[in-house]
């Protein structure tokens, strides 16, 4: 089955203490994008990624790293993760990074920090 | 860079009402236009796009949009809402990478 996939779905985690959340889809997507949903804010593009070894900031990436050594994962990394990056994450790749292919969503990662 | 203003934050109908969510972007060039789904809990789906051709675009579930390029939008239509079309709904634009606006939540009453 096509898709996108994030581990985990929930993490709670205190300030400080390193993690990452994966995302792989098995599309073979060129395009994969990080966002983070806030109420009343939408969905706000962390970073981006058009293919193998290029990665590009969003909106918001500070506090946020990620790779694209493969193509099918693109994981996000929080170095010193702080409560305001309490927040609902999604990963969402597409095929081409031309106009018009609609991205593909995972199920989202509910991150916590306290 | 690519904005979209999503203008209604909540709107609350009862069943078999018209739906009518506007969504206006900022840009110069062409851009793909798409409207996104979001059920309660669940991540966001494709309702339609939009990137030439007919300005009308009709998606899934009965859903349509209307481009207006002198007008920069891209409004959501529905004839007749039903209770399982609450959601909330996010309007975006493409061009290389995608920007959403702030989203509209709908909820229907039975």
């Known amino acids: 089955e096509a898709q996108v996939t994030q581990n985990p779905r929930y993490l709670i985690t205190v300030t400080g203490k390193k993690l990452t959340v994966t995302c792989s889809q098995n599309?073979?997507?060129?395009?994969m994008s990080w966002y983070r949903q806030d109420p009343g804010l939408g969905l706000r593009q962390i970073y981006y990624?058009?293919?193998?070894?290029?990665?590009d900031k969003g909106d918001v990436p500070e506090g946020y790293k990620v790779s694209r050594k493969e193509k099918r994962n693109f994981p996000l990394i929080l170095e010193s993760p702080s409560p305001n990056q309490t927040s609902l994450y999604f990963c969402?790749?597409?095929?081409?990074?031309?106009?018009?292919?609609?991205?593909?969503f995972g199920n989202g990662t509910r991150l916590t920090v306290t | 860079a690519q904005s979209v203003s999503q203008h209604n934050h909540h709107v609350i109908l009862s069943e078999a009402a018209s739906l009518e969510l506007g969504c206006n972007y900022s840009y110069g060039g062409t851009v793909n236009l798409f409207w996104y789904v979001q059920y309660p809990g669940q991540h966001l789906q494709l309702l339609l796009k939009y990137f030439s051709g007919d300005p009308l675009v009709k998606g899934i579930k009965g859903f349509e949009a209307e481009f207006i390029k002198s007008k920069f939008s891209f409004n959501l239509r529905k004839p007749s809402v039903q209770w399982s079309d609450t959601a909330e709904y996010f309007c975006?634009?493409?061009?290389?990478?995608?920007?959403f606006g702030a989203g509209t939540r709908l909820t229907v009453k039975p």
């Open positions: 975006a634009v493409r061009n290389n990478d995608m920007r």
């Open positions: 969402a790749s597409s095929l081409y990074t031309n106009d018009n292919s609609p991205l593909h």
């Open positions: 990624s058009m293919n193998v070894e290029v990665t």
């Open positions: 599309m073979n997507h060129e395009y």
